[in-house]
């Protein structure tokens, strides 16, 4: 240990693993949600619309997603499939748990356009996949912006999970770092420091927009 | 003496009449609304079918545009079975394709204009012409250009809808329904959702189109000097039927059924 509580050596000593670690945590964070916003809107879509062959598994497979841990899916996954590099698998994983909240943002958010739209778009015609492409989805997704910009905070401040499958994110870095020289305080304090750097400002954003869609 | 149920002065007299409903039974529930409703509109012919709410008007209007189905019965128009047809004496449902080749002779208006908030005035009247009649852009947009005038929003081509007045969002609706070329067009209680002084312009325009067109209308109207001008014959419904039938000049002056008379007498005072 040094000799103070904080020390301004050890901290810069600390930032560049960290930094290349919060490097690997923007690219789960945003591979994972571009995942689950794509993957999210497919489900939404498919328990809609489609028949009962394909809504029954669908809807088992999100029962199934959100009623077991995270953490426990991110190694079940990474243990069956040995020869994928940890990063795809976190960031698959990470985009499917999340894509099956998502669906029910999107969901929500289609239920959200007044029916007096549908009936529009059946007066004047317009072929079924038109009136999804141009006329309901532009409105639901307008709807579930806030929803999509809080999961995604929340899946930033979900990837320290990645750890467990020595995927050398934000924290992981900082736990080397510290398991290296025996001092955890600076690197820890600035992986939290930076955590809430990134996600106390998104989260306004996120409000902000909140209120103008109310 | 006028004739009730001929005065088509635009209307073909040997054809098919326009539209044509038979034994048609709607129900919602255990709310049985159309039981049974039978009557025909010539091409042509302009109907304004009043009556207190709830005496199933706006139904008759959505079964026509396909936003609900009936129950019982069937719909034609132009002497085509339009939802439902018979086949080795059984009511069956008609082929979404051949629905959809129906639908497009009708045209709907709606209370509530149902224009698409994310697409400009201009988006919304050339959205249908493009993707569902499949004309070039082009031509969409002349088109539109062209009722964006008749119907007096040329300057707010290219607004957002929210940005307009109801009674601007309603000629646009209008505009966006013409924009379609439909052979029978279908109103709504148009102007039941604006604001007094924005009426007048709305009702306007529809006077014009009555004026200068030959289009097929079924108007559901609450406002009696409006459905007395543009009209041929009046229709009044009271649960489900109609109770009196007559050209505007009598029904509004010399109604017979006592329930006329007492709707009558609340809207007008």
């Known amino acids: 240990m040094t000799g103070g509580l904080w020390s301004w050596e050890q901290a810069a000593a600390a930032l560049p693993p960290i930094l290349e670690g919060f490097r690997v945590t923007l690219v789960a964070t945003v591979v994972g949600m571009v995942i689950a916003a794509v993957l ?26 959100r009623s077991t841990p995270l953490l426990v899916q991110l190694v079940f996954v990474y243990l069956m499939l040995p020869s994928v590099p940890a990063l795809v698998i976190g960031c698959t994983v990470l985009g499917v748990h999340y894509a099956t909240y998502l669906s029910e943002v999107y969901r929500a958010g289609i239920e959200a356009v007044p029916r007096g739209q549908w009936e ?8 079924r996949a038109r009136v999804w492409r141009a006329v309901v989805l532009p409105q ?60 106390y400002p998104t989260s306004l954003l996120v409000r902000r927009m909140e209120n103008r869609l109310a | 003496m006028p004739e009730p149920h001929a005065p088509t002065p635009a209307g073909d007299p040997t054809g098919a009449p326009a539209i044509e409903l038979v034994d048609v039974v709607k129900r919602f529930g255990a709310t049985t609304v159309l039981d049974g409703l039978s009557f ?15 005496s199933g008007k706006t139904t008759i209007l959505r079964l026509l545009m396909t936003l609900e189905e009936a129950d019982g019965g069937f719909l034609y128009v132009d002497g085509e079975p339009y939802t439902h047809e018979v086949r080795d004496g059984r009511r069956v ?9 129906v639908r497009r002779r009708v045209g709907m208006v709606f209370q509530q204009f149902n224009l698409f908030p ?53 000629r646009v609706a209008i505009a966006r329904a013409l924009a379609m070329d439909p052979e ?86």
Not at chain 2, 40 to 54: D, H, N
């Open chain 1, 40 to 65: 999210g809107l497919v489900i939404a879509l498919v328990r809609r619309s489609a028949g009962r062959w394909l809504t029954v598994p669908v809807g088992l497979f999100v029962e199934l997603v």
């Open chain 2, 184 to 269: 029978i067009l279908l109103l709504d209680e148009v102007t039941s959702a604006l604001d007094p002084e924005l009426v007048v312009d709305v009702l306007e325009v529809l006077r014009t189109l009555a004026e200068t067109t030959d289009l097929t209308m079924l108007i559901v109207t609450h406002e009696m000097q409006f459905a007395r001008d543009v009209s041929h014959r009046v229709l009044m419904f009271d649960r489900g039927r109609i109770v009196e039938e007559a050209d505007p000049e009598t029904m509004f002056t010399a109604p017979t059924h006592v329930r006329t008379q007492a709707f009558l007498k609340a809207v007008l005072g």
């Open chain 1, 120 to 127: 529009a778009a059946t007066a004047l015609d317009l072929p």
């Open chain 2, 93 to 101: 449902p008609i082929p979404e394709k051949r629905r959809r080749r």
């Open chain 1, 140 to 199: 639901a997704v307008r709807n579930t912006l806030p929803g999509l910009g809080n999961y995604a905070i929340s899946m930033f401040k979900e990837t320290p999970y990645l750890f467990s499958i020595s995927v050398v994110e934000m924290f992981t870095a900082a736990q080397q770092y510290g398991a290296a020289t025996f001092d955890y305080t600076e690197a820890l304090t600035m992986v939290g420091l930076i955590f809430l750097a990134v996600s």
């Open chain 2, 40 to 54: 025909a509109v010539a091409k042509g012919e302009r109907v304004a079918l009043i009556g207190p709410s709830g």
């Open chain 2, 118 to 170: 994310n697409m400009t005035v201009l988006g919304n009247i050339i959205e249908a012409p493009v993707h569902a009649l499949g004309l070039a852009r082009e031509e969409a947009v002349a088109r539109a250009d062209r009722l964006l005038e008749q119907v007096g929003m040329a300057d707010k081509r290219d607004a957002r809808p929210t940005a307009l007045s109801g009674g601007q969002q309603q």
